[in-house]
């Protein structure tokens, strides 16, 4: 008999419980365009990073990373890659729906969604995570993608539309925000045509 999934971590361990990455090691390609070398010292925040593949990308790039992810066999398998790739990361089990660890100088999400009530305390932890002056990147798929099968949830609720995202972050300064149609290439998790949103935004350097 098995276990009943009670938790966010009771459904996603036994996903990532074996030696195959489902995501794939790459990173996100959307982050890879658009976050910049670090400077000595930035600090990066990966927020639900799984297996790892951005954070350590995000190491690999020159920050001080901080990755979380709700699940074990995720984390356990994100200090394996950056070993693997000659980098040090600070990956640990946590629930990202609290105050975030640090402010941080980036921090990104790729392809997260929550319903509603979560999805709005996800948005207040990922603000509360920037620095004055921090960088935000985020790809998740759009309501367009319901009838694609390259991954995400097939509940309209935790899909992202443009409005939804330029209201959530209206309290910084959003640099991009647009529709895109492209091909994913992530683990055998997300293959094939994708229908996506993408941000960049600042927040606002204080006086």
Same mark, same amino acid.
């Not at 089990?93 to 640090?102: K, L, N, S, T």
């Not at 995570?129 to 985020?138: Q, S, T, V």
């Given at each position: 008999?098995?276990?009943?999934?009670?938790?966010? @971590? /009771?459904?996603?361990?036994?996903?990532?419980? +074996?030696?195959?990455? =489902?995501? *794939?090691?790459? !990173?996100?390609? %959307?982050?890879?365009?658009?976050?910049?070398?670090?400077?000595?010292?930035?600090?990066?925040?990966?927020?639900?990073?799984?297996?790892?593949?951005?954070?350590?990308?995000?190491?690999?790039?020159?920050?001080?990373?901080?990755?979380?992810?709700?699940?074990?066999?995720?984390?356990?398998?994100?200090?394996?890659?950056? @070993? /693997?790739?000659?980098?040090?990361?600070?990956? +640990?089990?946590?629930? =990202?729906? *609290?105050?975030? !660890?640090?402010? %941080?100088?980036?921090?990104?999400?790729?392809?997260?969604?929550?319903?509603?009530?979560?999805?709005?305390?996800?948005?207040?932890?990922?603000?509360?995570?920037?620095?004055?002056?921090?960088?935000?990147?985020?790809?998740?798929?759009?309501?367009?993608?319901?009838?694609?099968?390259?991954?995400?949830?097939?509940?309209?609720?935790?899909?992202?539309?443009?409005?939804?995202?330029?209201?959530?972050?209206?309290?910084?300064?959003?640099?991009?925000?647009?529709?895109?149609?492209?091909?994913?290439?992530?683990?055998?998790?997300?293959?094939?045509?994708?229908?996506?949103?993408?941000?960049?935004?600042?927040?606002?350097?204080t006086a």
């Amino acid at each position: 008999m098995t276990n009943p999934v009670t938790t966010p @971590a /009771d459904f996603w361990n036994p996903k990532f419980d +074996t030696r195959e990455y =489902i995501f *794939g090691k790459t !990173p996100n390609t %959307f982050l890879t365009a658009v976050i910049p070398p670090a400077q000595s010292g930035q600090t990066a925040y990966a927020p639900a990073d799984g297996e790892g593949r951005n954070g350590v990308y995000l190491a690999q790039i020159g920050y001080d990373v901080t990755s979380v992810d709700i699940a074990e066999k995720a984390v356990e398998k994100a200090r394996l890659l950056a @070993a /693997d790739k000659g980098v040090e990361i600070n990956a +640990t089990v946590g629930d =990202i729906m *609290g105050a975030p !660890p640090a402010e %941080f100088d980036v921090v990104i999400v790729s392809f997260m969604h929550f319903r509603p009530d979560d999805h709005k305390r996800f948005v207040d932890h990922l603000i509360a995570a920037l620095k004055p002056g921090g960088l935000l990147a985020i790809e998740g798929y759009s309501l367009d993608q319901l009838p694609l099968q390259s991954g995400g949830p097939k509940s309209e609720d935790m899909l992202y539309t443009r409005q939804k995202l330029a209201d959530d972050f209206q309290a910084l300064h959003i640099t991009l925000l647009q529709d895109t149609r492209r091909t994913l290439s992530e683990g055998n998790r997300h293959q094939g045509e994708a229908a996506t949103i993408q941000l960049v935004a600042r927040k606002a350097i204080t006086a």
